[in-house]
């Protein structure tokens, strides 16, 4: 495959096959085997329920700020990304726009599609915001809704010129201050860009150094080659956002040896990050990467489907506070964007999993209300260190549909400290419910069904109840439509 050869001499059938996956899981229907790989049920969760989102954060400003209106500097819409210099025109309008509005200022993109893009990056983001940047550093943008007001990159540009097509880039070494993204679309259109791994690059929606306090609210950001968001210490809130089909390209260029996830970040001490009220559908890694630190980090409110390495990737943190969630991580979707990599299955392994230790602190997890199901591997791993687990209400099942044996494992010198839960339910799954070597803690009641390898290991774990036989446990978590984007800039009803 060349430099410019992109994904798109190949979208034609993904694309049929994701709508044909997405329609049928839409329309409720059972997915048996599709081709020779496994598909799964139907993504309708194990119960339904209309969540109540959480208390609006405080990145979510209520009065809209004067931003620089992108099109009084020239921007013009280009939906069908005609070239190069009307992609060139945007880019600086959108930075003339920036420069205008000045340091923690904020940028309107009004209702239109704008691609982006610049001849003569080459290893540079399209927009370096901070000291000596093309933006002056803080800066925020808005939208008049995500279903409306899109900035996309440009295919107009070879990979072997320009293989750095990240769009946002918060420079290191400037305080940014307060950062609100909101009411847009931010499309990396993957689909058409060429073979940036080859050429050593790729692509992110925002990559952020510096200090500050960055929050995203009403935000469908999509397409993107790798990482969505490459957080590091300063993102804060999530709310209301959709994330969609983020580092497909990286796994399929790389043969399945190279993953993205839609959130990479650092558990910053001090500021807690809050992932509210959000959608997630399809990547090649996880819907939230935990790199450093030993902060806080909470998940409330959200409908996950399409994780092909984890839903958490948890290398650090002292709580990850997971609540009202529904997981589902094999999806017919995720297998139709994924190409076929034999012994590289990034097509939805695990729930949470834990192989490294990057803090000082081992973590605690704290599940309430949580559904996680269709997994090709096991649920839960700690194979390095130790981690907690707490909770209540807390429903697996399907897990072990292609490998492995066990629902719950440590590994090597890994340990679950203590295991603290009042109601968990395992079913259908094709492995034993614990492979526990060294863990300990008390589960008061245990509901377990239709499981090929029955109770397990269990350590020095105590399960109070073994209610074998019985039914699954029916957590409250938001059906999909009840979270992500919606159309209203302002008109979002907090309940």
Request: glycine fraction near 10%.
């Amino acid at each position: 495959m060349t430099d410019d050869s992109g994904l798109a001499s190949q979208i034609g059938r993904r694309k049929l096959l994701a709508l044909l996956g997405s329609a049928a899981v839409t329309g409720g229907v059972v997915h048996k085997v599709f081709g020779s790989r496994f598909t799964g049920p139907s993504e309708e969760p194990l119960v339904s329920v209309e969540g109540t989102p959480e208390t609006k954060p405080d990145g979510e400003n209520a009065p809209e700020p004067n931003g620089e209106n992108i099109r009084d500097h020239g921007a013009k819409p280009n939906p069908t990304d005609p070239g190069i210099e009307a992609a060139e025109r945007n880019l600086n309008a959108l930075q003339a726009a920036a420069q205008a509005a000045g340091a923690h200022g904020s940028i309107y993109v009004p209702e239109g599609t704008y691609y982006i893009g610049r001849r003569g990056a080459q290893y540079e983001p399209f927009n370096r915001i901070g000291a000596d940047g093309d933006m002056p550093p803080g800066i925020s943008i808005y939208g008049a809704g995500p279903q409306a007001s899109e900035l996309a990159i440009t295919e107009r540009l070879q990979a072997g010129s320009h293989p750095v097509q990240t769009a946002f880039r918060y420079m290191d070494d400037v305080n940014h201050g307060t950062v609100v993204i909101r009411d847009i679309q931010l499309n990396g259109n993957y689909e058409n860009l060429p073979n940036l791994r080859d050429s050593g690059g790729g692509s992110r929606c925002i990559k952020v150094g510096g200090n500050g306090d960055l929050h995203i609210s009403n935000t469908h950001i999509r397409g993107w080659y790798q990482e969505a968001i490459l957080g590091r210490d300063v993102l804060r809130t999530v709310n209301r956002c959709t994330f969609e089909d983020n580092a497909i390209a990286d796994h399929n260029y790389s043969g399945g040896r190279h993953i993205g996830h839609h959130i990479t970040t650092h558990a910053s001490n001090g500021n807690p990050l809050k992932v509210t009220n959000s959608r997630f559908i399809d990547c090649s890694g996880s819907a939230i990467d935990v790199r450093f630190n030993a902060g806080e980090i909470s998940v409330r409110n959200c409908y996950v489907t399409g994780t092909g390495a984890n839903f958490c990737k948890l290398s650090a943190a002292s709580l990850l506070d997971v609540r009202r969630v529904y997981h589902r991580a094999n999806t017919p979707s995720l297998e139709a964007k994924l190409d076929d990599t034999p012994g590289h299955e990034f097509d939805g392994r695990q729930f949470i999993q834990r192989i490294s230790a990057r803090a000082d602190t081992p973590p605690t997890v704290r599940l309430n209300d949580v559904i996680t199901t269709n997994m090709t591997d096991y649920a839960l791993q700690c194979r390095i260190d130790e981690m907690t687990i707490e909770g209540d209400m807390i429903a697996i099942a399907k897990t072990n549909m292609r490998e492995d044996n066990e629902v719950i494992r440590d590994r090597g010198p890994g340990l679950f400290s203590d295991i603290d839960i009042d109601r968990l339910s395992v079913h259908e799954c094709n492995g034993m419910v614990f492979d526990l070597n060294s863990s300990s803690g008390t589960i008061r009641t245990l509901a377990r069904n239709n499981n090929q390898g029955g109770l397990g290991n269990t350590a020095d774990l105590t399960v109070e109840t073994d209610a074998k036989g019985q039914e699954p446990f029916k957590p409250s978590v938001p059906s999909p439509s009840a979270v992500g984007i919606n159309t209203a800039s302002h008109s979002v009803v907090w309940r």
